[in-house]
């Protein structure tokens, strides 16, 4: 768990969907839902599955592990809750193609290049939630 000092991040917004997103990233762990009916996995979590409109949604714990998709950082405006404009990713989870929009941390923007290892890694908000967030695979502090 990274991000000793006070946190500026912005809390996750709270809705009766995504409550069991966040509590399964306060215990660590990356779940991503999963179909009760048909099996297949959605993010972000969302009421009905939209290939068989079952309403029955299983948590289901990921490894962490995927690769960079996409990436930009955004320097204007100014970002809330952060001290130095944060590096934005679409990571690709390595089970389903599932994708997550998320951060990477401890990195500089020109050692990344897309396609790149990540871990999945937790930070703290200001009200103390967690948030998932990655880091390249392989560098120091990254399992
Ligand atoms: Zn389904």
Redesign the pocket.
């Given at each position: 768990m990274s991000g000793q000092r006070q946190s500026k991040r912005l809390d996750p917004m709270s809705t009766r969907n995504t409550d069991w997103f966040w509590d399964e990233a306060a215990e660590g762990r990356l779940s991503i839902q999963k179909?009760?009916?048909?099996?297949?996995l959605h993010h972000p979590p969302r009421p009905v599955?939209?290939?068989?409109?079952?309403t029955?949604r299983i948590p289901t714990p990921m490894s962490g592990r995927g690769t960079i998709y996409s990436l930009i950082r955004v320097s204007y405006p100014p970002p809330i809750g952060f001290d130095e404009p944060p590096i934005i990713a679409l990571v690709e989870l390595e089970e389903g193609g599932i994708r997550l929009i998320t951060n990477i941390v401890d990195a500089n923007l020109d050692e990344i290049a897309n396609d790149a290892p990540v871990v999945v890694d937790f930070e703290r908000t200001a009200k103390g939630k967690s948030l998932p967030v990655f880091r390249l695979a392989g560098k120091a502090g990254a399992a």
């Open positions: 179909c009760g009916n048909c099996g297949a599955c939209p290939e068989c409109h079952s029955d």
